[in-house]
């Protein structure tokens, strides 16, 4: 923690602390006044259990989260296996800087043949060295970020692979600069010695600090060396294991104290070719993520083209994910794929044999994790360093198909085998990549039918969606399927989303016989590599910081308590608002014309009106992206590589009134998009045609700069094809037209509760858990009655609040938890919750 952090912390619990016999809001008793709230606990009635599993963390090779991040390894494209393939920008030596020193001389060619490292690890570093006496070439590499982070007097574990076709063997000069080239450690000299691959390891200790460090490798002598797996490890990893994880982030997920690891993805497990990487597929380079590949010597393993748009190497694999999950005492849930792409792919392979194979592969994961030493994967995985089997529970086959039916029978395939060889393994299904609509009605149903014993949930949603469906669960069927929500945020890193998360999390608690596991997803960022938000943890190369969602999640994830005590609250709740705001033009990728928009209302008044005739100057860019213009009478956007435009005109006050226009799709990968209720601040709703590479159209509502779904069917756009959009508001209800044909509807009449509550039972401590979401800029003057309970009058409180627009960041984390002692705590009392905040009572209950 930087000294400014840690004032900062301070400074807060300073504050606070000094208003406990004053009139802050959370801390002192409210006036005798009547109070907005009231929480009531039933006297006697007993609530469902509640796992040790509940909350979790989801972890994916997003944001550069592995490779760069939680993984250790210090060298990026340690085995020069970037390609085109993985990222248009990349090459063999992609981080790498050819260079010489003392006169030396030679080239660097990264080679793909028969004298390679071994099959799957197929590129490798070819110097031709034609060195004068004295002289040295070779290659340095940059590392992540700003470079090697290393701390002066730590120990680094430095390893190469190399041949050398020269009789002497090769002169080899290990060194740690900085970017100035001054020395960060002694350098270390090796000999390269036979034409046949070795493993030559060292140890390097670091001089200075510093995060901006250089990996040179220099040869001396002429002939050719060839190089590869060049890897610079910190010796304090993670539990010290090697191989291992970056200690800082490994710590911040291990104080989370997760029930489960859920791994690894996300739409990297079900995405690009389902073949193996052999010869008999030609080695393909965007493949589903398949667990063998990532087992045994990391210098055997497999490589690919992570779905997120780079290289991952797959030294962070599966036994890595199995271990972890037991380092920190959490259930490790891997997810297979099922044979159907999802994350906007939608393909089915349909090749039985192939299923066959990854059905096959699924039952040897198992083997693999529990198996006894005497079987084949037991043994591999004994022989890794863990004889003693991990314990696993669950599989989850899938994720976020789009295709329901060529999914689910995929599933059924695999439940069946599975079930057949390990009847205790919980098989666990999905619903797709929504929180509504007709795949995730459709794969419910299925999964209803065929007794599925918990289905995977996923959905991003704005603060207002997280604030209104606190009750989600409660009308679910508890003697279905169990819910494993396996990912969801709200969309942003503020205080404000990190509220909405908690107000819903109260009810994932409250319906804990439903809702089995939860996790919050992404895990992880790195800050100069993302390719998604909101994210948990973000890090550089060598600090971190967990945002004020990660400081709500620790709370939750630290006092769930054994059991819910059934409570009821009552108070204000936020009355929804009618559809109003600027219409707006959008595109994706996609070049689109747009022609006669009007608004006009029930009576047939014209509210806006524009047929370009005159021009676009009553258009004003909201997202200033693409290529406008005025082009024969027509509004036009012409840049097909242009990804989220959106220009907007008229301010339409009316809650009753309809949308009309042409849109007509001139080029590119989807469709076209039309918005209404645009508002200043950045909310609006967009009816998404042709979208996700043209196969599906969706209504979404955005905040927060992201969008949630609120309706999604298929749907495609044809180029060349003039559309009638119409789109009919009234108050919330909207109705949508597509050629004169009614497309969807939806009603946004959602009330929001910016007040919720859960109480929970811890039964070691013997201590009721009072968890309280105030999500209003407001005080909420509070009435708790526990029913007769008898109780200490002091408590443990833990409050996280503050400005709802702010974030922690790098350079501070300003939203912190403080704990205090409060008094006045009895069997009815009342307290004001202070505004944007949630407080945590741990309450002793006493005989």
């Known amino acids: 923690m930087s000294p400014y952090r840690a004032l900062l912390g301070l400074a807060t619990v300073t504050v606070l602390l000094a208003t406990v016999g004053g009139a802050a809001p959370g801390l002192a008793q409210a006036p005798a006044t009547p109070p907005d709230y009231t929480i009531t606990v039933d006297r006697g009635a007993t609530g469902p259990e509640i796992a040790d599993s509940m909350y979790g963390v989801f972890f994916e090779d997003i944001n550069f989260a592995a490779d760069g991040g939680l993984y250790a390894e210090l ?59 004295g002289g040295r070439y070779g290659v340095t590499n940059a590392g992540y970020n700003t470079g090697f982070a290393v701390t002066r007097g730590a120990t680094y574990d430095f390893s190469v692979w190399a041949r050398s076709d020269s009789p002497a063997g090769t002169p080899l000069s290990v060194t740690l600069r900085d970017t100035a080239g001054q020395q960060l450690a002694a350098p270390v000299s090796l000999t390269v010695r036979g034409d046949a691959w070795t493993r030559y390891p060292a140890t390097v200790r670091a001089t200075r600090t510093t995060d901006a460090g250089r990996l040179a490798v220099l040869a001396g002598g002429t002939g050719t060396l060839r190089l590869d797996m060049v890897s610079l490890f910190p010796r304090d990893t993670y539990k010290a294991r090697p191989n291992g994880l970056r200690k800082d982030l490994a710590e911040k997920i291990a104080a989370l104290r997760p029930g489960f690891v859920r791994f690894p993805g996300g739409c990297l497990v079900n995405t690009g070719s389902m073949a193996g990487y052999d010869a008999a597929a030609n080695y393909p380079r965007a493949r589903s993520y398949q667990w063998k590949d990532t087992v045994g010597p990391v210098e055997t393993r497999a490589t690919n083209a992570n779905f997120w748009g780079y290289n ?74 863990h004889p003693k089997p991990f314990g696993l529970t669950h599989v989850a086959v899938g994720n976020e198909e789009n295709l329901p039916n060529e999914y689910f029978a995929n599933f059924l395939k695999f439940r069946e085998a599975i079930a057949a060889k390990y009847p205790q393994i919980v098989v666990v299904s999905n619903s797709g990549p929504d929180d509504q609509g007709a795949t995730f009605d459709n794969l419910w149903a299925k999964n209803k039918a065929a007794g599925v014993a918990m289905v995977d949930e996923h959905y991003y949603n704005s603060p207002a969606w997280f604030l209104g469906n606190n009750k989600r669960y409660d009308s679910y069927d508890r003697n279905g399927p169990k819910v494993f929500l396996g990912e969801y945020a709200s969309l942003d890193n503020k205080l404000f989303n990190s509220l909405a998360e908690a107000s819903y999390m109260t009810g994932l608690e409250r319906n804990a016989d439903v809702v089995k596991l939860a996790s919050y997803a992404p895990l992880l960022a790195n800050i100069d590599h993302v390719q998604w938000k909101p994210d948990m943890i973000w890090f550089d190369n060598d600090e971190s910081w967990g945002s004020t969602s990660y400081q709500m999640q ?58 370009f005739s005159g021009g676009a100057g009553q258009w004003t860019p909201v997202e200033p992206r693409g290529a406008w213009s005025v082009v024969d009478g027509a509004y036009r956007q012409t840049d097909t590589a242009a990804l989220d435009t959106l220009v907007k005109a008229g ?49 979404q509502k955005g905040a927060g700069g992201s969008k949630e779904i609120v309706l999604a069917k298929p749907n495609s756009i044809t180029t060349g094809t003039t559309y009638d959009i119409r789109i009919e508001v009234r108050g919330t209800q909207v109705r949508l037209f597509l050629n004169g044909a009614e497309w969807g509807s939806f009603t946004d009449d959602q009330v929001t509760e910016p007040f919720a509550q859960v109480v929970t039972r811890d039964d070691a401590t013997g201590e009721l858990i009072v968890k309280v979401v105030n ?31 702010e974030q922690n960041t790098r350079s501070a984390e300003p939203i912190l938890p403080v704990t205090t002692t409060v008094g006045g705590i009895s069997a009815k009392f009342t307290r004001t919750f202070a505004p944007n905040s949630v407080t945590f009572l741990r309450i002793r209950e006493s005989s």
């Open 75 to 133: 060298v990026r494209n340690r085995s020069f296996e970037f390609l085109p393939a993985d990222n248009a920008a990349y090459n063999g030596l992609t981080a790498w800087t050819p260079g010489a020193e003392a006169g030396g001389a030679g080239t660097a060619t990264t080679v793909d043949d028969a004298a390679r490292l071994n099959e799957r690890n197929r590129t490798y570093l070819k110097l031709a060295l034609t060195n004068p006496a």
């Open 775 to 805: 999500a209003q800029d407001t005080p909420a003057v509070t009435t708790v009655d526990l029913s007769g309970r008898k109780v200490a009058g002091k408590a443990r409180m833990t409050v996280i609040s503050g400005d709802p627009q």
């Open 312 to 385: 991952q190497s797959y030294g962070l694999g599966y036994y890595e994910y199995l271990q972890f999950s037991e380092d920190i005492g959490a259930m490790p849930l891997p997810v297979l794929p099922a044979l159907v792409t999802g994350c906007g792919q939608n393909r089915a392979t349909d090749d039985p044999a192939l299923l066959q194979r990854h059905i096959q592969d699924a039952l040897d994961l198992i083997e693999f994790a529990n198996g006894p030493v005497t079987s084949t994967w037991g043994k591999l995985r004994a022989q890794m360093g």
């Open 554 to 611: 620790k709370l939750f994830m630290t006092n769930v308590g054994d059991r819910v005590v059934p409570s009821r609250s009552t108070g204000k709740v936020v009355q929804p608002k009618p559809i109003t705001g600027a219409v707006g033009l959008s595109t994706w990728a996609t070049a689109a014309t747009y022609d006669d928009v009007k608004v006009t209302a029930p009576d047939g008044a014209v509210l806006f009106s524009d047929d």
């Open 651 to 699: 301010n339409i006050t009316a809650t009753d009134y309809d949308l009309t226009l042409k849109a007509t799709k001139q080029a590119g990968a989807e469709g076209f998009l039309v918005a209404f209720g645009v508002q200043p601040s950045g909310e609006l709703y967009w009816w998404n045609l042709g979208g996700w590479n043209n196969t599906q159209g969706a209504i």
